[in-house]
């Protein structure tokens, strides 16, 4: 590893201040719990001088209720939110807790989420190996080619891919789109809020160095998850290859509120580890909308979910995988109360 710099910077802002104007310049990295930043360096995919370490910053970890919206700062750890949605002090809030909870504890291990935070959750990069293994000059790492697509694509993308075909490493930032969640960005022009699924960019929509639209001096300072929807009911299914902590091959997050006849009155479905973004699936949804529970609307969101992917050569199995987590999403939230 290149020896590099801490900073230790008192307050968001100044944190802001000590990192680099541009995309691309990796001269100064933020640093949470290392999870991700520290095996990046240790493999030469970042050589940053300084890396500006937020846990310097007082007051970015915790749980809020904020009245209209729970709040939680971007470095409370994976483990403090599972512990904390175990308990679900907050009323009304029960529901999406739980959700979180099933979400959270099918990230990697204990001992990784006893370190990871939920901003570097969301600021993860690719996990894809073409990325991941110095030797490959990849779309991803400023390259022109995007080699999981005539090469090993067993994990890629059926869904939005192209030009590259990563998918989005991120459990949580699924479970949080279907949650309607917004992330509070801290630059240092000032602060914005945006949607959890606007956050994330397709590699076509821009540049594909990048999976956010996060500027490269700003800090992503929580997430809020509108109350309301905590109050939805939401399930949440991930399918990975093996039983230990793993990645998923594919996930679903689906948050609906019945009407009084017992049909879908508000949906949302969210696909994970399929896209190179949390995929909603906004058509889906409207169609589900007004209809009955029951085998006839599963085998519509099956389809209608599915219809536009374009499997790789290696990785067509995502497409009756993912249609099989949907129709157990779609049986499961009738469970819930
Ligand atoms: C073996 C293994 C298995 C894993 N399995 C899963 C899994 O199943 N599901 C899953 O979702 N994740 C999984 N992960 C990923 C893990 O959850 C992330 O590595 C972790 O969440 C990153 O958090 P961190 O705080 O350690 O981030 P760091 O490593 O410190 O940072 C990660 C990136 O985010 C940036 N960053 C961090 N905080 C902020 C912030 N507040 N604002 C802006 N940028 C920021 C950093 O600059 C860096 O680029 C796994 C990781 C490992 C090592």
Redesign the pocket.
Known sequence: MKPFEMALPRSVEEATRLLPDTIGDDRA???????????EMKEHLVEPDVVVN?KSVPGLAGIEDEGSAVRIG?LTT?ATLEAFAAQSPFEGCERGFRMLLEAVE???SPQ?RS???L???L???PRCWYYRMEQFPCLKKGGTECFSYYGKNRYNAILGGGPSYIVH????AVALTALDAEVELVGPTGTRSMLVEDFFVLPSEGDPLRETR?AANE??SCVRIPKASMARKSVWLKFKERDA????LASVALSAEHAGDGSYGDVRLVLGGVAPTPWRCHRTEKKLLGREPGEDASVLAQEDALAEAEPLSENGYKVPLTKGLIAQALLRIEEVR
Do not use: C, E
Not at 29 to 39: E, I, S
Not at 169 to 172: A, F, G, I, K, Q
């Open positions: 990295r933020l640093l949470a719990g290392g999870q991700d930043l520290l095996t937020l971007a994976l099918s990230v990697a990784i370190q990871a935070t901003g570097g959750n600021n993860q990069r490493p991120s459990d949580l996060i800090v992503l902590y793993d990645f998923a």
